[in-house]
Structure formats: C-alpha cells, structure tokens
C-alpha cells in the first residue's frame, strides 16, 4: 500500500473573510538562496552534535531500535542502521484479521505534502490545498445503493471504514504541520494511539486544511477543512468477543469564486504575470459552502472456533457473526449571493448558465441525507502470520446482507430502502499469492443493481509481481443527477437509466530493471455526465477509455530518478482528460554527519495539451466546457528534505518555473490557475511514550 506522510497546520481564522486583498510577493533566486543555505547551515550544525551519554539511546519501538545493538553499541553506533519500521501495525475494522506495516520513516517523497499529489496518480483541484478535485487518471466509482452525488471532497474524507487502529507495544504521538506562503495557510495533522488493559486501543486522528490568507488566494476564494475521527477498538485477550466503536466529523466551509476571468490578466500589466492578485477578477463574488458530516458507527464480531492444535502450533478455522450499526448525517448547503446590479463578470457567468439564475438576489440549494445501516456477515477463514509478522488471512468466505434507510430532504422529503446482498471469498496461501472475489447484489431499492469485482497478485520474486483487477457494475444515477433545486424551483428532473461499466486492468513489476507496467481498459453504457451547459446529459452511446501506465526508477550512486507517465485515450465528447501525464524526480540521497539522512532535488509534473473540466459552484460538478483550451503545462518545484530518527523536516520553492516563465501559470481545472510561485516548509515528528 502507498506510504503516507502526514502534516499538520494549527492556526485557525475567520473563515472566508467579506475582502480579500492579496499582496503576491515573487520571491526571487537571491533571496532563495539565502533562505536555503540558511537552513541547510541550521541543520548541519546541529547534526553533529549526539551526545553518548544523553537519554537518547533509542528504545524499543523507535525505528533505529536494534536488540543485537542495543546491548553493546551507543546512539551514535545504532542510527547508522536505520530500519523502516517500529513495530506497529494497522488494521481497519473491515478485516481486523488482516494487518499491514505502519510505515513513515522514509523521507522518499516526503516533500509531496499535498493529498492532489500524495495519491498514485494526481488529481486536479482549484489552485488551493483541499479545494474540489477530480483524479486526472479516470478510474471507476464503486456504487453502494442511493447515493446524492456530490463527491468533490471524496479525496479528503475520513470516516469510520478508513480509520486505522493500530496494534502496538507502546503509545505513540504522530504531528506534523505545513506552513505555506503566510500563516493563515496551513495544515495540521495529530494522531495518537495507545493500549489500555483487557485489549482494549484508543485512536485519535485529526487534520486541518487553512487557505485563508491574501498571498496566494485569489479574490473571493478561501476554505477550512477540519476533520475529526476517533475509535476505540475493544478486543479482549482470549475472548471470542471484539468490537469497534468510532466517531468520524468531516467538515468542508469554503468560499468559492468560479474561477478567474482571463481578460483581468491582460489588465495586469498587459501580461498573464500575476503581481497582485487582488487587481484581477472572479466570476462570482459571494458563492459559500458548508458540508457537515456526522458518523456513528458500531461494529461487533463473535468469533467462534479458531483454536491453536497443541500439536501443531496452527490456529484451526473460524467462524465470525458480525453486526454493524452505523447512523451517518450529512448537511450539503450552498448559497451563492448576487450583487444588483449584477457586473459585467458575474453576468458573463449566468449568460453560461442562464437556468442557473432563479433569483437576481442570488440562489440557494440545501439538501440533509440521513442513513441507518444495518449489516450482519457471516464469514469462515484461517488465520496466518506473514513474513514481516503480520496477522492476515490464509483464506476467508462471506455472506451477508445490509439494509440501509435513507431519508433526503430536498425542500421536501424522501424515504429510500435499500436491502442488498453482499458475497467475499478470499484466498493466500502465502506471501506470494493472493485472490479475492466480491460481490453485491441490490434486492430491494435500485432492484437489480449489482457489482462484482476481483483481484489478485502474484510475486515470482526475481521474476516480477503480476497483479490483476476487474470490476463489472450496473448502477443508478446520482440523486442530484435526476433532480436539482434552487430555491425551492426545480432546475431539472430527470429519469435516466442505469449505467453498466465494465473495467479490466493489469500490472506487471519486473524488480530487476525496476519498471512497472499497467493496462486498464473501461466500457461504459448510458455514462452520466455534465455537459456544457451544466446539466447532465445521459450518453446515448457506449463510451470506452484506454490508460497505460509506466513507472521506472533509476539509481546513479547516490543519485535517484524516479519516473512515472501516464498516457490515455478517452472519447472527448464525454471525458476531459490528458492524454499525456508525467510526474518524475531527480534527487541526491545520502547521509551527513553519520546521523542526517537528506534528499536534495527537485519535482516536476507536466500535461500535454487538453481541454480541462470546469468546476460550477452553483451545481458544485466538474463539467464539460469549450470555452478554453490549455497547451503544454508543466510545474517545477525544487526540494530539500531531511531525516533525524523521528524528526522529518522538508524545504521547497512551488512552482519555480513561474521565476522563468511568469505568465505561464497552472491550469488543470478551467479558469482556476494555480497560484504563483512561493516558498513552503512542513516538519513531522513521533513520539513514544
């Protein structure tokens, strides 16, 4: 699984403030040098200074821990060998049988703070950290009965199936922060884990995204994002009993802008250089969102069999009920003001959308979803040990049924049941092999609607790693798809049929050359999208998508390059993607002073040319549009990153290229460039109790 770097942000102001009044300030070379010999010079003094006899000889559970070592050598001795990991391991409460590595020592993309960029392949948002975004690499929506559609913020998200809960010897602390242009730009991210008696782990986890200062914000745009989730995890030594009981509160409030018109560049100087960002102009002055989302959730096993042969040593099959209670509210509101007369900009915007504009006053829409989930499994598996010691399952069947009720309230009100039939069978006879097929099946609600997919893996060691995916799903449209309100007046209703998507994907890593090779290919029937008008619109025809996929490292001595591109083709009357994308980064790796690893470089992405989704506030969808049209992009952001047993810290200049070439900003969302070029630092600790 991806390795995740955290950061943290821990300031907190008005949110979407009436003015904003930018001052962009280019910093240039001179001055970044200064700042970056300052901190290399900072962190090299210090380096060197260990002292044998201080109290920092690494205990168990810190990632330079060694126990040969550990009875003869002295802190100096023991960080020469560092180790990956500190002996935690993360399970969810899907499959608390299956566990993997919590791993966060490794400073290997350490500087890619961003959650766009963090993901395999990078998604597209407004310009701003935790605005809405969509993944530039299509890949399929798994469908689960009624859902309202509004899923600009499903990258950000943290609820109760996602939180992990962690099987330790000691508690631990995990912080980080990110500082960006100026302090009202932040993130921050604490977690925290610890055992109690009778089996019993406690998790905290909490992030905050800031974008509310005037630097690199664009008129009328700001956002504050804060998510909450804490579990408790009560699984007692010897009983046949567990249980999992969480808290999970995402909260989205955002001021958004439309977009930047593009004649207020040429305003600015008679160029596309952005020397103050409060000179140009938005779309829309007074668009605000809150999104709320509240999740209780209850889950219970009852284990029986699974008992140790005393001869043997092997655990014998078991057999697990389990019941899940979960209560999930979520509050979608969306207001955007109009100023009469109404200006030359925002008018622009509505002559786009004129069916937008109910009320000269502005609009608004508000929808609450309420869902009770019940589920009962019924599942049979053995128990292993993998090679890094590890709890997973050498094999597992299931079967189960869910029925959840949905109430939505739309300026009126709806009950939907949904009962379906759910199937999972497992297998992984060892390390090298693993299968899983599932299935779901709709009995009542959206009868019919059904998903099944598989999975596997394959690891031949010197010879390479094959894995291989397949999903076949048949759905209904979205909620806001068939019906849309502004204002209590309805913008649209819609009775579109239900899409089938077929999926195929593949990937091969040969470990020799270190270069992994992936082909998918995507089906689609009556697909459901947003056209240009900022309606959907139902293809009457069968849409098909093609992506290959490479990735390819290279080690020169102490000198890394790592590569990976992605090339697709998808019929443009419906998708909206680049054809051409490539992340690389060229770094220097090695170790100062015997105790401070750094990695030195830089990143850079690119997108070939393409016609870009544009992001509505008013209908909050990422649409078609042909109003323009982007060349070649690319963005540089040099990067110096460094390493102290716990302690993480990264330096980088975003978006260098702009020094050079000004007025080629960022566009990977129409009308939303990506601020200016500017300086950004994060730091991450943990801590053991």
């Known amino acids: 699984m991806p390795v995740n770097n955290y950061f943290l942000t821990v300031e907190a102001g008005n949110l979407c403030p009436a003015k904003f009044s930018p001052e962009a300030s280019a910093l240039r070379w001179p001055s970044l040098l200064i700042v970056c010999l300052s901190v290399l010079f900072a962190a090299t003094v210090n380096g060197q200074i260990i002292d044998p006899s201080a109290s920092s000889r690494p205990q168990q559970g810190d990632p330079d821990f060694d126990a040969s070592t550990d009875r003869r050598a002295g802190p100096q001795e023991q960080r020469e060998t560092i180790l990956d990991t500190f002996g935690?391991?993360?399970?969810?409460?899907?499959?608390?049988?299956?566990?993997?590595?919590?791993?966060?020592?490794?400073?290997?993309?350490?500087?890619?703070?961003?959650?766009?960029?963090?993901?395999?392949?990078?998604?597209?948002?407004?310009?701003?950290?935790?605005?809405?975004?969509?993944?530039l690499r299509y890949q399929p929506i798994k469908r689960r009965g009624t859902a309202v559609g509004l899923r600009q913020f499903d990258l950000y998200q943290l609820d109760g199936e996602d939180l992990s809960y962690y099987r330790l010897e000691h508690p631990f602390?995990?912080?980080?922060?990110?500082?960006?242009?100026?302090?009202?730009?932040?993130?921050?991210?604490?977690?925290?884990?610890?055992?109690?008696?009778?089996?019993?782990?406690?998790?905290?986890?909490?992030?905050?995204?800031?974008?509310?200062?005037?630097?690199?914000?664009?008129p009328s745009q700001a956002l504050r994002n804060t998510h909450v989730a804490t579990g408790l995890s009560i699984r007692p030594p010897g009983s046949r009993y567990s249980g999992f009981f969480s808290y999970a509160a995402n909260t989205y409030e955002q001021l958004q802008n439309g977009g930047i018109v593009p004649a207020s560049f040429l305003n600015n100087e008679g160029n596309n250089e952005v020397n103050n960002l409060a000179n140009l102009e938005a779309n829309l002055d007074e668009t605000r969102l809150r999104y709320s989302y509240r999740e209780l959730m209850a889950t219970q096993y009852l284990k029986f069999g699974g008992k140790r042969d005393s001869l043997s040593g092997n655990e014998k099959r078991?057999?697990?009920?389990?019941?899940?209670?979960?209560?999930?509210?979520?509050?979608?509101?969306?207001?955007?003001?109009?100023?009469?007369?109404?200006?030359?900009?925002?008018?622009?915007?509505?002559?786009?959308?004129?069916?937008?504009?109910?009320?000269?006053?502005?609009?608004?829409?508000?929808?609450?979803?309420?869902?009770?989930?019940?589920?009962?499994?019924?599942?049979?598996?053995?128990?292993?040990?993998?090679?890094?010691?590890?709890?997973?399952?050498?094999?597992?069947?299931?079967?189960?049924?869910?029925?959840i009720l949905h109430r939505i309230?739309?300026?009126?009100?709806?009950?939907?049941?949904?009962?379906?039939?759910?199937?999972?069978?497992?297998?992984?006879?060892?390390?090298?092999?693993?299968?899983?097929?599932?299935?779901?099946?709709?009995?009542?609600?959206?009868?019919?609607?059904?998903?099944?997919?598989?999975?596997?893996?394959?690891?031949?060691?010197?010879?390479?790693?094959?894995?291989?995916?397949?999903?076949?799903?048949?759905?209904?449209?979205?909620?806001?798809?068939?019906?849309?309100?502004?204002?209590?007046?309805?913008?649209?209703?819609?009775?579109?049929?239900?899409?089938?998507?077929?999926?195929?994907?593949?990937?091969?890593?040969?470990?020799?050359?270190?270069?992994?090779?992936?082909?998918?290919?995507?089906?689609l029937t009556n697909y459901v999208f947003f056209n240009e008008s900022g309606q959907p619109e139902q293809a009457d025809d069968v849409n098909s998508l093609l992506q290959l996929t490479l990735e390819r490292d290279f080690r020169f001595g102490r000198w890394n390059l790592t590569n990976r591109i992605l090339l697709q083709e998808a019929d443009q009357d419906v998708f909206r993607l680049p054809r051409l994308y490539g992340e690389h980064s060229f770094y220097y790796s090695g170790k100062w002073f015997k105790v401070l690893n750094v990695n030195l470089g830089f990143d850079v992405r690119y997108a070939s040319s393409f016609?870009?989704?544009?992001?509505?506030?008013?209908?909050?969808?990422?649409?078609?549009?042909?109003?323009?049209?982007?060349?070649?992009?690319?963005?540089?952001?040099?990067?110096?990153?460094?390493r102290v047993t716990r302690f993480r810290f990264f330096l980088k200049y975003v978006q260098a290229n702009n020094l050079i070439q000004p007025e080629k900003l960022l566009y990977l969302a129409a009308e939303h460039p990506y601020p200016d070029e500017a300086l950004r630092f994060g730091v991450s600790w943990r801590l053991l109790d």
């Open 88 to 135: 935690i391991f993360q399970y969810t409460v899907d499959n608390p049988d299956s566990e993997s590595n919590w791993r966060d020592s490794l400073l290997d993309g350490f500087q890619r703070y961003e959650l766009d960029r963090k993901v395999d392949f990078d998604y597209a948002t407004l310009g701003q950290r935790g605005s809405a975004a969509y993944p």
């Open 409 to 523: 309230q739309q300026d009126g009100d709806s009950t939907i049941n949904n009962l379906l039939a759910h199937a999972r069978v497992g297998l992984r006879p060892n390390d090298n092999l693993n299968l899983l097929i599932s299935g779901q099946l709709n009995l009542v609600g959206q009868t019919g609607d059904y998903r099944i997919e598989g999975e596997g893996t394959l690891d031949l060691g010197v010879g390479g790693k094959l894995e291989l995916k397949a999903l076949n799903q048949l759905y209904a449209p979205d909620l806001v798809q068939q019906v849309y309100r502004i204002n209590g007046e309805t913008i649209w209703n819609n009775r579109f049929g239900k899409t089938l998507e077929l999926r195929l994907e593949g990937a091969y890593t040969l470990p020799l050359v270190k270069i992994r090779a992936g082909l998918a290919y995507s089906l």
């Open 318 to 403: 078991a057999f697990t009920l389990r019941h899940r209670l979960r209560y999930d509210q979520r509050r979608y509101r969306v207001s955007s003001e109009v100023i009469s007369p109404l200006n030359g900009d925002t008018l622009e915007f509505y002559r786009r959308f004129p069916s937008l504009l109910i009320d000269e006053r502005g609009g608004r829409n508000q929808i609450e979803h309420r869902i009770i989930e019940n589920d009962f499994t019924l599942s049979t598996f053995r128990r292993g040990t993998s090679a890094d010691k590890a709890t997973v399952q050498k094999d597992v069947l299931e079967a189960g049924l869910t029925h």
């Open 611 to 642: 016609r870009p989704y544009y992001f509505n506030p008013v209908v909050q969808q990422f649409q078609l549009q042909d109003f323009e049209s982007r060349g070649f992009q690319y963005q540089v952001d040099p990067f110096f990153s460094m």
């Open 173 to 218: 602390t995990y912080l980080s922060h990110v500082r960006e242009s100026e302090q009202e730009d932040s993130w921050t991210i604490a977690k925290f884990s610890r055992n109690f008696a009778d089996g019993v782990n406690l998790v905290l986890d909490y992030s905050r995204i800031n974008q509310q200062g005037e630097q690199d914000q664009y």
